[in-house]
């Protein structure tokens, strides 16, 4: 297993676009991964994965808004999301696809006017 770090969140304006990071202890290169979300008084959520062969896969709420990447030579996975909603506010985390690995602190997204 490794460690992850996610990137300090924001407060953003409905519309906006925000890029989140997790920057992994070691490398992502053959490692299915996702990034969850977990908002007030919801079950986390997967929203985004991203196959070690590249597939992608999006939950209904975010297809076509938000996109999963990962740059092996960094170790680090993204979530560029962009149109985001008020209902896209919620603490963001990246772990495996399946939630393996110990979770990280997360990082808090806030959509509002």
């Known amino acids: 297993q490794l460690q992850l770090v996610e990137s300090v969140g924001d407060l953003v304006q409905p519309g906006e676009s925000l890029r989140l990071s997790c920057v992994a202890s070691?490398?992502?290169?053959?490692?299915?991964m996702g990034w969850y979300r977990e908002a007030p008084g919801k079950r986390r959520e997967l929203v985004a994965a991203l196959g070690a062969d590249g597939r992608t896969d999006y939950a209904d709420a975010v297809k076509g808004r938000f996109t999963i990447s990962k740059d092996n030579s960094k170790n680090t996975l993204y979530l560029q999301m962009n149109s985001l909603k008020p209902e896209d506010t919620a603490v963001y985390y990246c772990?495996?696809?399946?939630?393996?690995?110990?979770w990280g602190q997360g990082t808090q997204v806030t959509v509002t006017s």
């Open positions: 070691g490398s992502l290169r053959w490692i299915n």
């Open positions: 772990n495996t696809e399946v939630g393996l690995w110990p």
